[in-house]
């Protein structure tokens, strides 16, 4: 058993720290992006070649789209092809699976680190005096849809674990193309909240 015994401490600003959780990795990716080649972020990887760097980073950006997008969607559907369509008017239903898929993001890393950078304000503007907003998330079931009640810290908290996951796919894909990554990219946050439990323990021992 731990010696070090776990915080069960509610925090006191939930919706700043899922924030912050959500922009961390997000500012890991752009770091990594800023120093692929064009042809490194579309070069496919994998035994099918069904794998790019760019197709998983479009990925995580499709689903902060959805949840960012603006209220009224046929505006968003209309709106300029070289804007962001990001609010942070939250009142409305979310569907992860209308997704706008756009091939300039899995194609150029500069435009992904553009569309990141928007992001991550965006992400700080939802902390920016606003609380807690309700949302209406639509998942699709066979031919269906089924509304599930959901809150804007709820689709952070997913967005985080959902950006880590494909997040440990890209450091993969970077590793086979010869990039150096930091020992915690692609790590998730409980896991290094464990390896910083397990560190104090290992000194607690040294110093007894």
């Known amino acids: 058993m731990s010696d070090v015994a776990a915080d069960t401490r509610e925090p006191a600003d939930p919706l700043g720290d899922l924030v912050r959780e959500n922009r961390l990795?997000?500012?890991?990716?752009?770091?990594?992006?800023?120093?692929?080649?064009?042809?490194?972020?579309?070069?496919?990887?994998?035994?099918?070649?069904r794998h790019t760097i760019g197709r998983h980073v479009r990925h995580i950006i499709d689903h902060y789209d959805a949840l960012l997008r603006r209220k009224h969607?046929?505006?968003?559907?209309?709106?300029?092809?070289?804007?962001?369509?990001?609010?942070?008017?939250?009142?409305?239903?979310?569907?992860?699976?209308?997704?706008?898929r756009d091939p300039r993001l899995e194609q150029s890393p500069s435009a992904a680190v553009d569309?990141?950078?928007?992001?991550?304000?965006?992400?700080?503007?939802?902390?920016?005096?606003?609380?807690?907003?309700?949302?209406?998330?639509?998942?699709?079931?066979?031919t269906g849809v089924v509304e599930l009640d959901s809150s804007l810290e709820r689709e952070l908290a997913?967005?985080?674990?959902?950006?880590?996951?494909?997040?440990?796919?890209?450091?993969?894909?970077?590793?086979?193309l010869g990039q150096r990554l930091p020992?915690?990219?692609?790590?998730h946050p409980s896991t290094?909240?464990?390896?910083?439990?397990?560190?104090?323990?290992?000194?607690?021992?040294?110093?007894?």
Request: net charge negative; hydrophobic share 40%; charged share 25%.
């Open 25 to 49: 990795p997000l500012e890991q990716l752009q770091q990594l992006l800023t120093a692929l080649s064009p042809q490194a972020y579309r070069q496919t990887l994998g035994a099918d070649g």
């Open 73 to 100: 969607r046929e505006h968003h559907d209309n709106c300029d092809s070289d804007r962001v369509a990001l609010d942070v008017s939250l009142d409305v239903s979310l569907d992860y699976e209308d997704r706008r």
């Open 115 to 142: 569309r990141l950078e928007q992001i991550i304000m965006a992400l700080a503007q939802l902390h920016e005096g606003r609380e807690s907003a309700r949302l209406m998330l639509e998942h699709r079931l066979g």
């Open 158 to 176: 997913f967005l985080g674990s959902h950006t880590i996951h494909h997040m440990a796919i890209v450091g993969l894909l970077a590793e086979q």
């Open 183 to 187: 020992r915690d990219f692609g790590v």
């Open 192 to 208: 290094l909240r464990h390896w910083q439990k397990e560190a104090q323990l290992t000194t607690r021992r040294e110093t007894a």
